[in-house]
């Protein structure tokens, strides 16, 4: 079976793309890239090309945009060329070059995807081989990683597939020859200061000499270890629809069924991860078990905190920046926690007892009405009481939990809180017998 037949035979049994799907290919110029456009061309797949200038080699890097444009039009292949200034945005955003590179590309290569996408099922299409594959296990390995790390690279993930990986780098070196192919060479290739680079240049040579077919068996460990991820999967997957319920943006784990998991470490792991947990962060997290209600372990984006006999998952709340101020009546305010009206009557009936709803005395208000998210230090009379509590504890005392006190918001006069929004107004604002004029604050 000849080189072709052999990447036909590997996308049919993979199932990466129809010839009727729309191929955004991204080339470097590289031999990789180049023969990976001339397969698909070859076996009548609609490609288009999209190839980076990341201007970090000079005059190399235009040569390299240079030869991309030349061969698109001498095949006739449509492409797309994309100058980015790399280390200014490596130095804001304080990253590697490397990631900055990738972050790069792949944000306009998805751009470009996402514009495909009205004209039909689209893919991009990456040029990685066999030995990118074994390099990445080798550098996940040293970094430590759990069993999806050491699948390599994926033929597939979603829209971005690489139909390369069943050959390697000779492999691929020798058909381009053979077909009398041409393509540029990247000098940074041959350095070994990137991580990859060292990987491939000085580490992996070496286990070569000692073993001399490790390459076969590393992808044969790879495909293993790809099958053992899909049952690996599926019992965590077991796990955690046992152990995980949702309330609206919230997870809820109770931490009695937590502590009989087996293997739990593992378990909370794969369910933390995918909200930007580290997994330096495990041991804090499963110290939270132990922990007093109130207590909690961030990521980037969201926040695993104790709450009574339960773990609560939840977003980071957002930094309420706007305090607003109602100084018409009637009126409208649009909250973070709903929309806020205000209206007024000379006279009252029957007191509404639902606690979305306030009956203040407007009498003994000063306008305008200030609504604000409550802050540590706020108090206020709440309703049938003459003294004075600390809204936190008030908070505290209605059960509510780290997140739900985050969305408190307060009404004050003169700087006195009035109604502590959908919980309780303040005793001394409250209607009485007395009463002519009656303000009604609700929120929907």
């Not at 129809?18 to 080339?27: P, S």
């Not at 095949?75 to 900055?100: C, D």
């Not at 639902?354 to 009498?363: E, T, Y």
Request: hydrophobic share 40%.
């Amino acid at each position: 079976m000849n080189f072709t037949q052999q990447f036909k035979q590997h996308l049919e049994q993979n199932r990466l793309f129809n010839t009727t799907d729309r191929l955004v290919v991204a080339v470097s110029g590289g031999v990789d890239s180049i023969v990976l456009c001339f397969l698909l061309r070859e076996l009548g797949f609609p490609i288009k090309i999209v190839h980076v200038n990341f201007q970090l080699r000079g005059e190399e890097s235009n040569r390299d945009e240079q030869f991309v444009k030349s061969w698109a039009d001498q095949n006739q292949i449509p492409y797309l060329i994309k100058r980015f200034n790399t280390l200014e945005y490596s130095k804001e955003h304080g990253v590697s070059i490397q990631v900055a590179a990738r972050e790069l590309r792949y944000s306009w290569f998805f751009e470009v995807l996402e514009r495909e996408q009205q004209f039909g099922p689209s893919y991009l299409v990456t040029a990685h081989h066999r030995d990118d594959s074994i390099e990445t296990l080798l550098m996940n390995l040293f970094k430590g990683t759990g069993i999806a790390g050491l699948r390599g690279i994926q033929a597939k993930q979603g829209k971005l597939i690489r139909p390369l990986l069943f050959a390697s780098k000779e492999e691929i070196e020798a058909f381009a020859k053979e077909k009398k192919l041409s393509w540029v060479e990247d000098s940074s290739n041959a350095e070994s200061k990137y991580t990859r680079n060292y990987v491939r240049l000085e580490i992996i040579p070496a286990i070569k000499n000692r073993f001399p077919k490790f390459a076969d068996q590393i992808s044969a460990t790879i495909a293993n270890l790809t099958d053992a991820h899909i049952l690996y999967e599926q019992a965590v997957g077991a796990h955690l629809k046992k152990l995980v319920s949702k309330h609206k943006d919230e997870y809820h784990l109770p931490v009695l069924l937590l502590k009989q998991t087996v293997p739990l470490k593992t378990v909370l792991y794969e369910f933390v991860k995918d909200f930007g947990f580290l997994s330096s962060q495990l041991d804090d997290l499963l110290n939270l078990l132990d922990a007093d209600t109130g207590k909690w372990v961030s990521s980037p984006t969201h926040r695993m905190i104790r709450h009574r006999n339960k773990l609560i998952l939840a977003p980071l709340a957002e930094k309420a920046n706007a305090t607003q101020v109602l100084d018409e009546i009637p009126g409208r305010k649009i909250l973070p926690v709903g929309i806020l009206e205000a209206t007024i009557s000379n006279k009252h009936g029957e007191i509404e007892q639902d606690q979305k709803i306030a009956c203040l005395d407007a009498k003994k208000l000063e306008f305008p009405l200030v609504i604000r998210p409550w802050k540590q230090g706020d108090y206020f009379y709440p309703l049938g009481m003459n003294k004075k509590k600390k809204l936190n504890r008030f908070l505290i005392d209605q059960k509510l939990s780290v997140t739900e006190k985050e969305q408190v918001w307060v009404v004050s006069s003169a700087e006195r809180i009035i109604w502590v929004i959908g919980h309780r107004i303040d005793h001394r604002f409250r209607i009485n017998e007395d009463t002519k004029t009656v303000l009604k604050l609700s929120i929907q």
